[in-house]
């Protein structure tokens, strides 16, 4: 009796586990570079799902460069094919200006 209440909530489980949403994080990071080459000189806004220490690690490490992370938000959904990346709250709320 035990084992098919079992196999009844373990199938109700799966038929409705399709409502299921993923989330992913977005951090945001001035990056600067600490290599003294002519060009690259300036620090640039970048956007990204990898965390800090993923970034600097597949960006060149550390000796590299110089990741300042400015803000960071959940989003729900996925980013798989090659879908944008959600805006922050800031832009979704009309916060900041738009000129």
Same mark, same amino acid.
């Given at each position: ?73 959940? *989003? ?9 990346? *959600? ?13």
């Amino acid at each position: 009796m035990r084992t098919l209440l079992f196999i009844k909530i373990l199938f109700l489980s799966f038929v409705f586990s399709n409502n299921a949403n993923a989330e992913y994080r977005v951090y945001q990071y001035y990056v600067k570079s600490k290599l003294r080459m002519p060009i690259d000189q300036n620090g640039y806004l970048v956007t990204s799902t990898l965390d800090p220490v993923s970034y600097i690690s597949y960006n060149g490490g550390a000796n590299a460069l110089k990741v300042d992370l400015l803000r960071s938000w959940v *989003c729900v959904g996925h980013t798989g094919e090659h879908k944008e990346l *959600c805006k922050g709250p800031e832009e979704n709320s009309g916060v900041f200006a738009q000129k």
